[in-house]
């Protein structure tokens, strides 16, 4: 009867009866052991049958020799070769054919399908055959599985009840035995171990430890068995092979046909043998506990005590519930209590009583959401009344009562508690939606429910007006036009109420009730009679602080009543003066405007050129505030123009109202900065430029000894956006800061300026260049008290020696004092000689230092010019000493002196523009050559140190 043996195939149902039989009685035609009688003549089926291993009584039972009664009785489910299960039902023969003793009969059903509760069911039924006489027919019917009553719900329910059981049966056919009669909390504790014992050979189907032995009366095996199968999901016993009684001494370790091996020892000091219990399977013992497996030797698990509490209330629809909700295939046993709850409550949801806390438990279980998506809308109302109960329930099942149709559901419920004024019945629909959408989503359902109430909001009672619109406050949204417009003079004080109403509300209540008269009426019939009283209202409290409201009304007239606008501004700001200003202020203070509505207010108030308001910008940081709101809008553009272009060169000289006006400016510029505006897109190119000149000459004028450190362009061009020409501005600066500079008074007090002019003019070697430096230097010292000086000392310093001449010999319209020329040729003669008396002291030999092509081209010119400068000299003098004296009230001639009057010595005029150009770095040498000396170049630099 082992699968592997016979020829796989499908079977109808056969029965067949195995016992010990004489030659003639055999359908095989054997005596001995043989089959007595069969259904069929497949001879091969009948083999078959033939191949489940004898039965034998338990060896402490032998000297006994029990009646057929007292001695175990087997049933047996295992699978055929090929298709279908051999059902085996074996009992106890006290005498075979040949009258030895302890014979056995077995009654084996090959069936194509069966069930193992079917199976357990038929236990002691009476359809089993027990005994066959001899010269009885061969030849038996087909078969139908026995049904017996030993086994089934009342008895699994009795063994698990607190009452005690009558035990009343014979070993052979007893479910109870009476050692367990009495004791109930021991028979749920039995239950406990084999139910955890056989889930976890199930579990170790594929390790060594995949079989079950259980030492017990067999009819106890079986209702252990009807157990498992009855209370555990289908998973877990599809594939339940089992076997009541097998006996221990023929070798337990071997058999092989079933999961589960019942045995029985006859005696009860007996137990398992511990390696059936430990590495060939688990072992449960229902004698002693300590014979059982290790797992299951202490408290008996408390995962199955609400599945043995179902069954001894012989609640075996709840039990069927569970069991359907424990959609896997095989639940872990951790789950088996949740799944009872969840049946429970299921229960009650079938029953109209379910609970807040049954659908939670429902929802949150895996097992209990999967049932109630199966069971689809016909739970809807009970969840949607629990719902608008609960918070909890509304958190449970967000997902579902989101949904758009449950939430239109939901919304039309609320919006039918409006209609009839009845708040309660609106907290609780709203309060639903409210917790099931986000707040951007409960914006707009609140918004789509207050357009379709727009008609009869305005009809409200005022007690539904303020509950809508408190429940805008709480999500910030903006009410209905009818929730902010009074239906009573009464209303007004409580929509303007700062600690309840948003300035935005306010806002717009103000504009509805002006605009109302301007624009469109949205008044109530009742309200208009009021209407001046209204209006009056809405000026104080937009002239009152903190006056937040009064950016919002302005927009809406803005946007809403363009053509009026005018007259919404004068309900704020007539009459000008202090209030009006103080509003003003606020709101540049706040920037709670859009640039289009500064654009609009400065525009309305003609800000920048009525009388009412002159003055008004110049004061304290207005209009520092003013431009950066204002951003790109062309009134804004405009402004910057208009203040930048007011900028003057007094703004170098520190006049008061250009310094002021130029650090409003830049205060706007650094406040759209730090606002992270984009410069370029808002301040005009010219006014741009402007400032950014502005900033350069402040610090090129501010600290000049740092002029070169700036591209000399740059510089040339902050100039032109304040003078016509760097000439020009430079002329400026030296007249108001270095005119009254005296060389020879303030060493170095030049420096700084002619950092400046150098950064502007930088001198080169090319004479053109030389003569833009020359002319624009004459320019800038010419009406100086030491303008002869300044000349020379600039030539001396930045002119190359070989353009002396020729720059002299320029016309010019500033001329260059005639003496220079002589004055710096012999400034060069002193430096030579100098150079020469410095070399004779050293011991150096006298070499010719002019070549023929210098300037100088031999010793005798050298000293011929040494005489002219002194012949020109004495002129000078004689000259000044023939001139008519003026008389004494004539005022001296504004033209130069003649240049014998100032003309200094050559260390004079050498000390005095050392003084200009500060120390001097070094001591001058003129560069030599093997045979003669000549004079170099004079020293350039790009400014005059």
Known sequence: MTPASGPPGTHSAQQFYVTHCVKTDSVLSNPGWSVRAASTADLTLARQSLEYPPYELPMDMWSGLPSRNEAPRRLARIPAAGEGMWVVNTSYLEKDTMGRDRAYFTHALLLPAVGAIDVLRSWAAPGWTTDYPQGAPQQLGVPTLPRGTAIGEAALAAFAGDAPVAAIAPLATTVCPPRLAADPARRRDLLARFLAAFVASVEADASPRGRLYVHAEPGLVALLLFAAARLLPPGWTNDLTFTTYEPAHRGLREYKHARVVGTYFGNPAKGLDPDLASARGFGIDTFQVEHCSPEFRGSPPVEWAALIELAAAGDWSLIDRTRRLLTDPRPAPTRFAAAVDLARALTRLNAGTVTAQDLIRLKANPDGAAELTRRGDADWPLIRAAAAASADVRAAFRDDLRAPARLLELREAAKAAVVAADIPEWDRWWNVVRGVTTPTEARGQLASLLKELAPSLLAAPPDVRTRLRRDCADLGQL???????????????????????????????????????????????????????????????????????????????????????????????????????????????????????????????????????????????????????????????????????????????????????????????????????????????????????????????????????????????????????????????????????????????????????????????????????????????????????????????????????????????????????????????????????????????????????????????????????????????????????????????????????????????????????????????????????????????????
């Open 479 to 945: 009410p209905a036009t009818e929730l902010l417009t009074p239906t009573e003079p009464a209303e007004l004080t409580e929509l303007f109420n700062v600690s309840a109403s948003p300035a935005d509300w306010r806002a717009l209540t103000s504009f509805l009730i002006v605009g109302a008269e301007w624009a469109e009426d949205w008044l109530p019939e009742a309200v208009v009679p009021h209407r001046p009283a209204l209006r009056e209202e809405v000026r104080k409290h937009l002239r009152t602080d903190p006056y937040d409201a009064v950016p919002g009304f302005l927009h809406h007239a803005r946007k809403n009543a363009p053509k009026r606008f005018r007259q919404f501004l004068a309900i704020v700001f007539d009459p000008p003066g202090p209030d009006s200003h103080q509003v003003l202020d606020q709101l540049l203070g706040g920037c709670r405007l859009s640039p289009n509505d500064w654009e609009a207010v400065v525009t309305g108030l003609d800000l920048t050129a009525s009388e009412a308001w002159e003055g008004y910008l110049a004061e304290g940081d207005r209009l520092a505030h003013l431009l950066p709101v204002l951003e790109d809008t062309p009134t804004g553009r405009s402004l910057w123009e208009h203040v930048a272009g007011g900028l003057t060169p007094s703004l170098f000289e520190g006049d008061a109202d250009q310094v002021a006006q130029h650090a409003q400016l830049m205060k706007a510029v650094a406040a759209l900065q730090s606002a992270g505006k984009d410069l370029r897109m808002i301040l005009p190119k010219a006014v741009s430029g402007k400032l950014s000149a502005a900033q350069l000459l402040f610090a090129v004028l501010g600290t000049p000894p740092r002029a070169e450190d700036h591209p000399p362009a740059s510089v040339q061009n902050a100039f032109r956006h304040f003078w016509p020409t760097p000439a020009h501005g430079l002329r400026a600066v030296f007249r108001n800061r270095y005119a009254a500079i005296d060389p020879a008074q303030a060493p170095g007090g030049l420096a700084p300026f002619a950092s400046l002019f150098a950064t502007c003019f930088p001198a080169g070697d090319g004479y053109r260049a030389c003569s833009t430096c020359v002319n624009a230097w004459l320019a800038v010292v010419h009406g100086s008290p030491h303008e002869a000086v300044l000349q020379l000392g600039y030539f001396k310093q930045h002119v190359p020696q070989e353009h002396w001449r020729p720059l002299f010999a320029e016309p010019r319209q500033i001329p260059i004092a005639p003496w220079i020329l002589d004055q710096l040729e012999a400034d060069v003669l002193a430096e030579m000689t100098v150079d020469r008396d410095e070399r004779e002291a050293e011991g150096e030999p006298h070499r010719r230092t002019f070549k023929a092509r210098d300037t100088f081209p031999n010793q005798s010119l050298l000293i011929a010019g040494g005489i002219a400068v002194g012949l020109v000299v004495l002129c000078a003098v004689g000259y000044w000493l023939l001139k008519p004296k003026p008389a004494p009230d004539q005022e001296p001639s504004p033209k130069t002196p003649p240049v014998a009057d100032h003309l200094p010595s050559t260390s004079s005029k050498n000390h005095q523009h050392q003084l200009l150009r500060g120390p001097r770095p070094c001591k001058r040498r003129i560069a030599r050559a093997p045979s003669v000396r000549k004079p170099g170049p004079m020293a350039t630099s790009p400014g005059i140190e």
